[in-house]
DNA sequence: CATTTCGTCAAT
DNA sequence: ATTGACCA
């Protein structure tokens, strides 16, 4: 396929040349066009000075100006605030003075020991940590208000302020249910389905929204809604505008109900729409018309882009030393190619206004949960780390437990610790996490203590640490296979507790199964042995072998594994090899030569190129 | 221009 | 398993 634009500078009007595709028929009847629909519509709803409105939801105020501190730094300034020209930079003495009636809300914090985050008048960061957990509360709410709201569209949670809706399901219902006539093909069609849609009617494009002007309108007199308006009708015109009506509702419904503000950009891919949802700020919404993406997106730096704020856009201005879209647009794709492989597609169809990423549903529980804390003053001793260890710990039980109210599977698979000083130098490790009901802060704190002795373990001397992370990832629903041995594995004697009716011949007695439901029938032919993994115990020399089948539960088994080695108690994996007898019988036993020992014991490692002496710096 | 505390994904 | 890029 010939692209006109690699002739440089020339085809300037063709550079944007699918902004009015011939619908037909079967565009409109076809279901599943996905990206390719050209009556797709998608919007970028996110909140307006979100932490900012949690804080006065929370403390019930309107209109005041407010902003929300972080330790001496503002993270959130209200748009009354805005008004008295406050930014997130200013100082907090700056912002007091420019506006003295100016309310300071210091986020909820929380030091060792605390059953919670609480707010606090004074706040101590050499004691304390920050708790966003406020504010992720109040975020599932306006999701759940979206899901509602808007049914039958796909929604995909971009951050926690932060939504993308694919609006052109519900769109091409309310289409067809208000225009009946289009799921008719007349009869005297002259390409059946494959004949265009008749002329769209005219509408009003109303008042609940901006709309982007579609000429350059510096030394015009006319408005904004003026100049958009002009151009002709389309059908995706209509669709924009019934996605208009949908997001507006949901938007009021959401500051009505739970008092926070919102803005959305509505347009035909997710870019698009997140670039014009801050074309008017706060308690608004904007439609980006096709006909108005030239010049909306030419002027434009391109580094403003979602994905083009980073390295990538700083190389590609760099290189060209430019940095609007329209200096871009004569670069020929095979230029981009050579200078930027995997990136050049994207990129130039980014500046022509495409975008082919889909909204993505994703799961309503985070993968990964973490707790992190910056310290002005660095850690010096390697015996100072657990005490913020267990400050992480306690802040991921809390909010584990907390998610497991609603799910009660939730498992995080690992557990990894983040340290460093300053940017760019961060170590981690991570290990399998124990697989247990109760995680309690304890049995978090000691993982992570773990976890600290490897990664500082080996330094003799004084270490420099001013950054320390704990987090869970790999966090999953599991199935039912995997709640009953969880469930199992959580009985008084696994977990430590010594119960009356112990075993008999290494088979778990019935009532401690009363909790635990079969769930897996026996396979018909046990697998050949080459095909399994075995377990063998470091103190009886006991090894297990699992079948394939077991492939899950063998994962579980991997935890059972591990919080035996972190308790140092061997009887752990016995209990762990009767679970896996009673789920599949046939797991054979094998005595003899011992096999090598796995476990999720962590292996010493050899420190790389960035060593870890240099890296923690010594002092 | 930035801090801190998040979170996701990909390369190796 | 580890590191880093990027997002808000």
Known sequence: MMIPTHQKGKNKAQDFDDLDPVITYRHILQTNLGIKDPLRVVALCDSDAFYAACEMVRLG????????????????????????????FHKLKDAKERCPELMIVHVATYKEGDAEPGYWDNVDSRTHKVSLDYYRRESSKVFSMFKEGLPDAEIEKASIDEAFIDFTKPVRQALLQRYPYLSQIPADAPNGVDTPLPPPPLIDWGTDSHLIPIYSNADSESTDEETSQSAPLTWHDIALRLAAEMMHKVRVDIATQLGYTTSAGIARNKFLAKLCASYRKPYSQTILRNQAIPCYLKPLEFQKIRFLGGKLGQALAKEYDVSTVADLLPVPLEEFQAKFGESAIWVYEILRGIDRSEVKEKSPVNKSMLAAKALQKPITKIDDGPHWIRVLAAELSLRLNDARKERPNLWPK?????????????????APFP??????????????????????????GTIKVTYISLGFTGIEATDASQQSIASFLDSPAVTGVKRPNEEKNGKPSKSRHRNTQRVRSRPSSPSADQNTTSFTCLECHKTLSLSPKLLSTSDVLGQAYALAAMKDEHSDFHFAESVAREMEPEVKEVRGPHKKVKTPKIQEKEIGPRGIEKFFNRT
Not at 416 to 423: D, E, M, N
Not at 438 to 454: D, P, R, S
């Open 61 to 88: 105020v309107t209109d005041k100006p407010l902003v929300v501190l972080q330790w001496e730094g503002i993270i959130a300034v209200n748009y009354p605030a805005r008004k008295f020209g406050i930014s997130r």
């Open 414 to 430: 690992t557990l990894a610790l983040h340290a460093g000083h300053g940017y760019g130098t961060a170590r981690s490790k991570q």
């Open 435 to 460: 697989f247990t009901k109760e995680v309690t802060v304890n049995v978090i704190a000691a993982a992570g203590g773990k976890l600290w002795k490897e990664l500082v373990g080996n330094v003799t």
